[in-house]
């Protein structure tokens, strides 16, 4: 039976392995990349946004999307699209965030910034938005697209001053009901896209759309209470930074730092429990993804820091 199970899994992930790579290929030909054996000297700005690209990153709201797509009955291609462009997007303000922060770094590597400057970073993160548009334009449902689009807009708008709120986070944040607020913006708006979308693009009513999107974004706020739990100290105060926003600081003004840590920890379980419930009951099983990933974050916050 073990061995049975080993194999299926085996197969699982090849053929996610499979999916990923196709949707890597939409993301990258979106940017200006031709695949295929002729000879193409694609632009500096297109080599600088495939570096960021090819640097990692587990395309988990891609998959999110496809999954919940694929249980809605979505074909194949349109459920990619959708993937794909949440991606580029994602990837967008990944690039524009290390610019606002000044980092030099993007998981363990030098960033766009590093290597290029500035300038050019600011292009990759603009040329990645737009072919987040031009992916939906030419991949998804022609009868939903105005309501994809004009959907997508909003989402992007919501992380815009939600980017600025956390900038301005050490002058607005003093409650645990504004740290709410601006992760929620900041993280969740993108997340929101990959449930989101697909229900969208099938059809369904305003109401289901903003339930599954209200779960995902209670999802993308608990997983940024995790990182502010591994990322206590990091965000800590220094000569050299001021402090950044971490719901751990902010509990910590009126408790001790241990009982901090544990009502994060608390809050963040919580909220995935609740979005697990929620997620229950969303139609033909597409809250089936989202369930899976807050199961797991769940297990990890729980084995990290306590049950």
């Known amino acids: 039976m073990k061995a049975m199970e080993l194999q299926s899994k085996g197969i699982i992930l090849r053929q996610e ?65 959708l993937g794909a462009s949440i991606e580029l997007l994602h990837n967008a303000s990944l690039v524009h965030d290390d610019i606002h922060d000044r980092s030099v770094t993007r998981r363990g590597k030098p960033n766009v910034r590093a290597v290029y400057g500035d300038d050019l970073a600011i292009l990759v993160g603009d040329i990645m938005i737009s072919g987040a ?26 992380v815009i001053n939600g980017q600025w709120s956390d900038i301005e986070s050490f002058k607005r944040c003093r409650t645990i009901e504004d740290y709410m607020t601006i992760a929620a913006a900041k993280s969740g708006g993108l997340i929101r896209l990959a449930m989101e979308l697909p229900f969208i693009a099938s059809g369904h009513l305003g109401s289901i759309v903003d339930k599954a999107g209200r779960c995902a974004e209670s999802y993308a706020v608990a997983y940024q209470i995790f990182d502010d739990l591994l ?24 408790m001790s730092p241990s009982e901090a840590k544990n009502e994060a920890t608390r809050i963040a379980r919580d909220m995935l429990s609740q979005v697990i419930i929620e997620c229950e009951s969303l139609p033909r099983g597409a809250g089936a993804p989202l369930i899976n990933l807050s199961q797991q974050l769940h297990a990890t916050i729980s084995y990290e820091f306590g049950k």
């Open 231 to 254: 990322d206590i100290q990091e965000d800590s105060k220094t000569d050299n930074k001021e402090q950044s926003l971490n719901i751990v600081h902010l509990l910590a003004s009126e």
């Open 133 to 158: 548009y031009g992916v939906l334009a030419e991949h998804a449902n022609p009868k939903y697209i105005p309501q994809i689009l004009g959907h997508v807009h909003a989402r992007v708008r919501d």
């Open 17 to 81: 392995a499979i999916l990923i790579n196709d949707i890597n290929r939409i993301i990258e030909s979106a940017v200006g990349y031709t695949h295929g054996p002729e000879k193409f000297t694609s632009s500096i700005v297109c080599q600088a946004t495939l570096k960021h690209l090819r640097s990692g990153g587990g395309r988990s709201r891609a998959l999110l999307s496809f999954y919940v797509g694929e249980s809605l009955g979505l074909a194949c291609d349109h459920a990619m699209a």
